[in-house]
């Protein structure tokens, strides 16, 4: 069955860098785009980005634009995201979500990853 | 970028009862790039509909979407216990630029 499976929590200090990965399983994995988006806690959801698998291409959202780098790595069907210059307000949910390409929509998600910004 | 407002903020209703949730885009959104998603507490959304009115896999037909242009509404008839969540509009305007509305919290009477 389709699983993205994210890694664990993390607690960063302001300034710092983070990152997770989420790994594919269950289906072809150059067929999807993935995607990041991520909620604050009580609050709506929000695109980061998106990285097509096949090739690597990314696009960012312009709210992240030069603090997120989205990569991957075929041999292990996984995604991950850095985010840099961390600061309170990226205090967050951070998911990863399968798109089947130009259908732009999200069908699978993984569990979900909290990130913690504190001093 | 094209702002999604969904309406209610919150709607209370009972089961048995016919919830019925609206997503207004700021400009025409093109019906085959908008879904709707469930989220319930310490979980992640689920995709409930793509394509304006096209169901997911496993979506019972109690959830029908429909709209056009730049109004869209999502109705669940025939509540039950776990149909209360928060429901999110969601839609692609190229870019690309993919923008989520403020949901709409669907919670028991």
């Known amino acids: 069955q389709v699983q993205l499976v994210q890694s664990g929590a993390e607690v960063k200090k302001p300034g710092a860098s983070v990152n997770i990965s989420c790994k594919a399983s269950g289906y072809t994995f150059t067929t999807y785009y993935i995607h990041w988006v991520r909620q604050v806690p009580g609050q709506g959801l929000e695109w980061v980005g998106i990285?097509?698998?096949?090739?690597?291409?990314?696009t960012y959202s312009q709210k992240f634009h030069g603090r997120v780098t989205l990569t991957r790595d075929t041999s292990t069907s996984t995604v991950y995201m850095e985010l840099s210059s961390l600061r309170y307000e990226d205090t967050a949910v951070y998911y990863c979500?399968?798109?089947?390409?130009?259908?732009?929509?999200?069908?699978?998600w993984g569990q979900g990853t909290l990130v913690t910004v504190s001093s | 970028e094209i702002v999604l407002t969904q309406s209610p903020g919150t709607l209370s209703l009972s089961p048995g009862e016919t919830a019925t949730l609206s997503c207004r885009a700021s400009?025409?959104?093109?019906?085959?790039?908008f879904a709707w998603y469930q989220q319930k507490p310490g979980q992640a959304p689920r995709l409930l509909i793509y394509?304006?009115?096209s169901r997911a896999a496993g979506i019972p037909d109690r959830f029908v979407g429909s709209g056009s242009g730049t109004d869209f509404t999502l109705t669940i008839s025939r509540l039950e216990p776990a149909d209360f969540a928060v429901y999110y509009c969601q839609q692609y305007g190229g870019s690309p630029v993919y923008t989520f509305g403020q949901g709409t919290k669907l919670e028991i009477k």
């Open positions: 400009q025409t959104v093109n019906s085959i790039f």
């Open positions: 979500a399968r798109e089947l390409k130009a259908t732009c929509y999200f069908d699978y």
């Open positions: 394509s304006t009115s």
């Open positions: 990285i097509t698998p096949s090739v690597g291409s990314t």
